[in-house]
């Protein structure tokens, strides 16, 4: 990637094809939508300001996902964060199937170690090595917070059966 000067046109058409992606994401990271907008804010920034040239629109993907990571990480470490995990109701109307919106219910309460991966993995198409980039994990580390996270929904659903 190199560095480059983005044109508005360019940075407009970047923000208007990824930023619900990017919002999605600090949203599962941070679970609040106010911490999610700042986030989202400060990666839009960031490519406007860092000005990238990208190879691909999966580069173009993949770097907005580590940079919202990124972000997002150095918000949870923020000393004025209060922290609340909710589902906010912008990203359920995005799932069209009630039974998806009820799995987005279920991934949204587990930690976040879990949720993120499991949310790149289902939600955005990502595989094991491309998330392990992302998050700076190696891939099995990744497979088993998939795994892990797979026998948490499990046994979520188990104790809401009848």
């Known amino acids: 990637m190199k560095r480059g000067q983005i044109s508005e046109e360019e940075f407009v058409r970047l923000a208007e ?3 619900d992606m ?3 994401l600090c949203l599962s990271c941070l679970g609040q939508k106010a911490d999610a907008e700042d986030a989202c804010q400060n990666v839009m920034e ?3 300001r860092a000005s990238p040239t990208f190879e691909s629109e999966e580069h173009t993907r993949r770097w907005l996902c580590r940079v919202a990571v ?3 990480r150095r918000l949870l470490t923020s000393p004025w ?3 609340t ?3 906010d109701e912008a990203v359920l109307h995005q799932v069209e199937e009630p039974e998806d919106r009820g799995v987005l219910e279920a991934v949204w309460k587990l930690p976040e170690k879990y949720r993120v991966p499991l949310y790149l993995y289902y939600f ?3 595989g094991t090595e491309e998330i392990g980039a992302i998050l700076s994990r190696p891939p099995s580390t990744v ?3 998939l795994a892990r996270a797979r026998e948490k929904l499990r046994q979520m659903w188990k104790e809401e059966e009848p």
């Open 17 to 19: 094809r990824y930023l």
């Open 22 to 24: 990017v919002y999605r």
């Open 46 to 48: 960031r490519l406007y």
């Open 70 to 72: 990124n972000e997002s």
């Open 81 to 83: 964060r209060r922290r």
């Open 85 to 87: 995990v909710g589902l």
């Open 124 to 126: 955005e198409g990502y």
């Open 143 to 145: 497979q088993t917070q």
